[in-house]
């Protein structure tokens, strides 16, 4: 979370399915979080956040100057999205789905038809299948899923590896 140039998005999850609680930014000067009000204007900022990196002052009604919006700690699951993620074409809705151990996501689309569609190939494959699509191409899509930090996974999650070693005694 050093890099102010990074979006973020936090998640709260339960029992294996993810349900986004809030989507949020870290100020690139401040470095205080501001909560985004909808996924859209999240992916908008997400991404361009290279070379436009977000700053408080680009929120209505917030400056570096206000206390954050939200505060991380371990009350609910955080993740952190790669920047310059490609912004979902119009139509598609972007889903992640939270394995149940808690150990990383699976990215899907939705197409505008209601099929969903798994990774780069069927994505190919649908817009072969539906050319009015045909200005879209399987670069408009990113199944690059966001880094679970791990200070905020519940303590009873279930992780793969994360099993504790029987010490034997006595």
């Known amino acids: 979370m050093k890099d102010g140039h990074k979006t973020s998005k936090k998640?709260?999850?339960?029992?294996?399915?993810?349900?986004?609680?809030?989507?949020?930014?870290?100020?690139?000067?401040?470095?205080?979080?501001?909560?985004?009000?909808?996924?859209?204007?999240?992916?908008?900022?997400?991404?361009?956040?290279?070379?436009?990196?977000?700053?408080?002052?680009?929120?209505?009604n917030a400056s570096c100057d206000d206390p954050a919006d939200i505060e991380y700690d371990a009350t609910r699951m955080w993740v952190v999205d790669k920047p310059n993620i490609p912004k979902t074409p119009a139509g598609f809705q972007r889903g992640l789905v939270l394995r149940k151990d808690h150990s990383k996501f699976d990215a899907n689309y939705t197409t505008p038809t209601g099929k969903k569609v798994r990774g780069p190939s069927e994505v190919a494959s649908f817009i072969e299948?539906?050319?009015?699509?045909?200005?879209?191409?399987?670069?408009?899509?990113?199944?690059?899923?966001?880094?679970?930090?791990?200070?905020?996974?519940?303590?009873?999650?279930?992780?793969?590896?994360?099993?504790?070693?029987?010490?034997?005694?006595?």
Not at 35 to 51: A, G, K, L, N, Y
Not at 137 to 152: E, G, L, Q, Y
Request: aromatic share 10%; with cysteine; hydrophobic share 30%.
């Open 11 to 60: 998640s709260e999850a339960e029992a294996g399915q993810s349900s986004i609680g809030i989507y949020a930014v870290q100020c690139g000067e401040c470095f205080k979080w501001r909560v985004i009000p909808t996924q859209e204007e999240f992916e908008d900022i997400r991404s361009r956040s290279v070379e436009d990196p977000f700053f408080c002052h680009k929120k209505p």
């Open 129 to 170: 299948s539906n050319p009015e699509y045909k200005d879209l191409s399987v670069s408009d899509f990113s199944f690059w899923t966001p880094k679970i930090m791990d200070d905020t996974v519940p303590q009873t999650a279930k992780r793969k590896g994360s099993a504790s070693k029987r010490v034997k005694t006595g």
